[in-house]
């Protein structure tokens, strides 16, 4: 059984002005435990909304999401959710505070939760700097404290978000090869959204990219259809792409 399963996913949001729009349209998909699942697919196409769903932040309009064969209802644990920007951090505590805030929201003891919070924060190579401030940590070391926060809490699935967008080019390359070796090392299923294709390359086992199609033909987003009749629509590809990971998989 997949850890994830989209059945015929729809998402249409009603904006202010009381007009719909349907942002994913009979979206499927699975995901198998322990996959580096990449979903690609231009600006506006739907993603965030697909991850806002699976996340249990937004609820589908029409279709089911299921992980473990129970329905995403809500928020939880067991889905560590990473942004695109790094001002989701709390700039008042300190690099180990903001990565066991989660566990002091469980009431884990301090001194394992400070252990959980440290090992975390070395996976990411944060080490020696867990005192410093968000105001005093670059964006690349930002977005570590991001995943090594989402990490801690052992979530069954890591959902990330454009996570390196924002980042120079060096940078990104950098921390595209450090996901890839915490992905190895902790083996979390992870969910990884971009627009950028030679990071989803480089990145993803399997890459999903979104392709014009007709719009009959099972769109993930209505924006397309905006655009004189076509879609967007979500298939499987990556199979045979020489990635950095399909090398060491
Ligand atoms: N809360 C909302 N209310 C109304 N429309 C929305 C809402 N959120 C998203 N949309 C619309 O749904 C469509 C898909 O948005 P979404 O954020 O999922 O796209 P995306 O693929 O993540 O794009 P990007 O790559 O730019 O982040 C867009 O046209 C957007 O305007
Ligand atoms: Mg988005």
Redesign the pocket.
């Known amino acids: 059984m997949a850890l994830v399963s989209f059945h015929d996913v729809q ?1 249409t ?3 202010l002005q009381g007009v719909d ?1 349907t ?2 349209e009979r979206f499927n998909v699975e995901i198998e435990a322990g996959e580096f699942f990449c979903l690609l ?12 769903m699976l996340a249990g932040f ?1 609820a589908p309009t029409a279709g089911q999401i299921l992980m473990e064969g129970r329905a995403v209802t809500g928020a939880s644990r067991d889905r560590g959710v990473v942004f ?1 920007g790094d001002d989701s951090l709390y700039g008042w505590l300190s690099a180990v505070e903001n990565v066991e805030f989660g566990l002091r929201m469980q009431r884990v003891r301090p001194t394992p939760r400070r252990e959980r919070a440290m090992r975390y924060l070395e996976l990411v190579g944060l080490k020696g700097q867990e005192q410093k401030y968000p105001a005093e940590l670059s964006g690349g070391m930002k977005q570590r404290i991001q995943i090594a926060r989402a990490l801690v809490n052992e979530p069954k699935m890591l959902l990330m ?2 996570p390196f967008a924002a980042l120079d080019a060096q940078t990104r390359s950098l921390m595209q090869l450090e996901l890839a070796n915490i992905w190895q090392a902790t083996r979390t299923t992870v969910l990884f ?1 971009t ?1 950028d294709i030679d990071e989803a390359v480089t990145l993803g086992k399997r890459a999903r990219q979104a392709h014009r199609r007709d719009a009959r033909r099972a769109p993930i ?3 397309g259809r905006d655009r004189g009749g076509a879609g967007w629509r979500a298939q499987p590809d990556g199979r045979g792409v020489p990635t950095l990971l399909q090398a060491s998989l």
């Open positions: 998402k949001y009603r904006s729009y942002a994913v697919g231009p600006s506006g196409c739907g993603k965030t909304t697909v991850l806002k937004e695109q978000d454009e959204i627009h987003a209505g924006e």
